[in-house]
């Protein structure tokens, strides 16, 4: 685990989260529920494990001991479980959030303009929240990452208008055999 006077010099050295330093965690809250399907506690805890990241996991123990030290607006300490849940509940409401704009991009509630418009939005508020953590990424790899993931959601746009064209014409051969 190390030296405590490490853990205490590590704890001092993570400077995330300090733009919203004298926010409130409901304030984060509020502001997160506005932008995004996740909490304030599961946000943080969420980045906490991936900085804190181990051969063997995150250090759930050393998060939840210093929540207060590490996260600005989180006042308590969690137990390992906690910081576990929370982590976990992360990444399931990302999943649910995921397959949610997935299915309605396969589907075809949105035109590629509108995908393109989503994808926008999306980019500039996780952007945003990075920004709001502390947490930077290279220029070149942004614009890279957003390519890609704007011709996925092409691709996935044009697909899924030729499938439903395709079902069409199956329903209508269908309806005229009968």
Same mark, same amino acid.
Do not use: H
């Given at each position: 685990?190390?030296?405590?006077?490490?853990?205490t010099?590590?704890?001092?050295?993570?400077?995330?989260?300090?733009?919203?330093?004298?926010?409130?965690?409901?304030? &984060?809250?509020?502001?997160?529920?506005?932008?995004?399907?996740?909490?304030?506690?599961?946000?943080?805890?969420?980045r906490?494990?991936?900085?804190?990241?181990?051969?063997?996991?995150?250090?759930?123990?050393?998060?939840?001991?210093?929540?207060?030290?590490? &996260?600005?607006?989180?006042?308590?300490?969690?137990?390992?479980?906690?910081?576990?849940?929370?982590?976990?509940?992360?990444?399931?409401? &990302?999943?649910?959030?995921?397959?949610?704009?997935?299915?309605?991009?396969?589907?075809?509630?949105?035109?590629?303009?509108?995908?393109?418009?989503?994808?926008?939005?999306?980019?500039?508020?996780?952007?945003?929240?990075?920004?709001?953590?502390?947490?930077?990424?290279?220029?070149?790899?942004?614009i890279?990452?957003?390519?890609?993931?704007?011709?996925?959601?092409?691709?996935?746009?044009?697909?899924?208008?030729?499938?439903?064209?395709?079902?069409?014409?199956?329903?209508?051969?269908?309806?005229?055999?009968?």
């Amino acid at each position: 685990m190390g030296d405590p006077e490490d853990r205490t010099e590590e704890i001092n050295k993570y400077r995330k989260f300090k733009k919203v330093e004298g926010s409130t965690y409901r304030q &984060v809250n509020q502001f997160l529920r506005r932008y995004t399907y996740f909490t304030a506690r599961e946000w943080s805890i969420a980045r906490l494990c991936a900085d804190f990241q181990t051969t063997s996991g995150a250090e759930m123990t050393f998060i939840g001991a210093n929540l207060p030290e590490l &996260v600005p607006f989180m006042t308590e300490p969690y137990t390992p479980q906690a910081v576990n849940q929370a982590r976990d509940a992360f990444k399931k409401k &990302v999943r649910m959030a995921g397959a949610t704009f997935l299915y309605g991009a396969m589907c075809g509630f949105f035109t590629p303009e509108e995908l393109d418009d989503l994808l926008f939005e999306s980019s500039e508020v996780a952007r945003f929240l990075m920004e709001v953590e502390g947490t930077t990424l290279d220029i070149d790899d942004e614009i890279e990452q957003e390519d890609k993931v704007s011709e996925v959601m092409k691709s996935v746009s044009r697909e899924s208008a030729r499938l439903l064209r395709e079902r069409s014409r199956i329903i209508e051969d269908t309806d005229k055999e009968e």
